[in-house]
């Protein structure tokens, strides 16, 4: 009878198969090939009772990780995984995750064994019942803990970014910047054309970007410690958080990629003024002197847009500079387009300074939109 001993043998892996995953734990990863058994190990120990599934969704890290992540799914089938290849960034990374899930549950995670797992049935139970539509687990709540996670510098700065977030963008939630948080998909879905594939803190995108409020609950955990790894944290995040503040205060009119073309852009304006003037004072003709500034002043934007504002997308080896030759051909057809413009405005000598913002306006969106579908286009 083998039918029989085919059902006896049944695993509740096969199981969890035919039902469907009610919860799926998103995990992005970058180098955290030491952490994956022990998370896979304690999501089995603090979801029993409940059907998930865990998605680790990682930027093509160099140690491994998704060589380990396949390892297990090779004989647990609650566990897949995602490698990203030429995309970066741990809100690009959840929001993948979360959008290859088809369970109505989700919950982003990090891979770094500081998020409790243990909240995890509670955070469940809690969006289960209906009575939320996002839970995060937070560090600032009374009985919530980030001091063993972070050095004090660190502390101070997350809770400086906390307080921004609340004054500029008036959410409701005591840690903004937490990475552990339970959402319904159906959210997710509905606000993902809206959200930012950069930066690390998509939790704040989200309550940012919802159209309507939502009902949310937060749980206390403490933050603990990290046992491999290093953190990802850098000087860019930062910056690209306080992109993404402004980009949800202006309502998405200004794209934190944009803001920062921007700013790499006024960077250069520095740039080629101190160069012509450097040249000029060594006895260089203008036009001399002109044209080494200006591609000075290219060479200079384009090395930091491609190190950060196209950070996730960066042209590396023979394509850097490829991808200088483009980014200045294409830039100087902003200069040609802005001249013209500018022109057929100026009207009078008192009105100089209109018709220069214009030309700078025109080259500056001739040079975003222009670059970023051929310089750094999405591969």
């Known amino acids: 009878m083998p039918d029989v ?56 890290s160099k140690d491994g990780t998704i060589a380990a992540v396949r390892d297990i799914a090779s004989h647990d089938c609650q566990v897949r ?49 209906g009575g939320a539509d996002l839970v995060v687990a937070s560090r600032y709540g009374d009985d919530g803990d980030a001091n063993s996670g972070l050095s004090r510098l660190r502390s101070g700065g997350s809770r400086l970014a906390t307080h921004l977030a609340r004054l500029l963008l ?5 840690d903004p910047m937490s990475g552990f948080f339970m959402v319904r998909r159906d959210i997710v879905d509905a606000v993902a054309p809206r959200l930012s594939r950069q930066g690390f803190k998509i939790l704040l995108d989200i309550v940012a970007s919802s159209p309507t409020p939502l009902r949310i609950r937060e749980i206390p955990y403490v933050f603990g410690p990290r046992l491999h790894g290093q953190s990802k944290l850098d000087s860019l995040i930062v910056l690209e958080y306080l992109g993404l503040l402004v980009a949800k205060a202006s309502g998405d009119l200004i794209s934190t990629r944009f803001l920062a073309f921007g700013l790499v852009g006024s960077a250069g304006v520095v740039v080629h003024l101190g160069v012509l003037h450097t040249l000029l004072a060594h006895g260089l003709p203008f036009a001399v002197a002109q044209t080494a500034a200006m591609f000075t002043a290219m060479a200079f934007n384009y090395t930091l847009n491609n190190t950060f504002t196209y950070r996730d997308q960066r042209r590396l080896g023979w394509r850097f500079v490829t991808g200088f030759a483009i980014f200045a051909a294409l830039c100087s057809f902003g200069v040609v387009a802005g001249v013209g413009v500018s022109t057929l405005l100026y009207t009078s000598p008192s009105r100089w300074w209109a018709a220069g913002l214009t030309a700078a306006a025109v080259g500056s969106a001739w040079n975003y939109i222009t670059n970023s579908a051929i310089t750094w286009r999405v591969r």
Do not use: Y
């Open 5 to 60: 001993e085919l059902a006896a043998d049944t695993s509740s892996g096969a199981s969890l198969q035919r039902r469907g995953a009610e919860l799926t734990v998103v995990v992005p990863t970058l180098n955290e090939r030491a952490n994956i058994d022990l998370l896979v190990a304690r999501l089995h120990k603090s979801l029993l009772g409940i059907n998930w599934e865990v998605v680790f969704v990682d930027d093509d």
């Open 81 to 129: 995984g995602i490698r990203r290849i030429a995309r970066r960034g741990l809100a690009g990374a959840c929001l993948e995750g979360v959008l290859s899930s088809s369970a109505p549950i989700v919950v982003v995670m990090d891979g770094d064994l500081q998020h409790d797992e243990t909240c995890l049935a509670a955070m469940f139970e809690t969006m289960r019942g």
């Open 170 to 174: 008036r959410v409701p939630l005591s």
